[in-house]
């Protein structure tokens, strides 16, 4: 990482891309285990991708279940995207970018 005057110390791609494998991890248990457990703790999260969730268990091959998971693989998607936007055509990344608009100098 590099730290300037002109940008900041700035981690965007870095947690950005950190988000994408939190959710496609999540994504990943669940096809692991054939389900998806919500608790009252993660019915919240998985509200987000099922407005109707509760907490209980959700098994493979349930229309929650498929729901949640193409929910959760379309968010996971969604942080690289974001990423992607900001790469060059080559796909690499500058170390230098606006602290601001997080686009390349």
Known sequence: MVHSLATGFNRRFLCTSAAAEVVYLT???????????????????YSRFLPSVSVGTYPQNSWEYDTILSGLITFGDSFLAT?????????????????YTSFNF
């Open 27 to 45: 994504a990943l248990e669940a096809l692991n285990n054939q389900s998806i457990l919500t608790t009252n703790l993660s019915v919240l999260f």
């Open 83 to 99: 990423v992607q936007q900001h790469a060059f055509t080559n796909g690499s990344l500058s170390e230098e970018f606006d602290r």
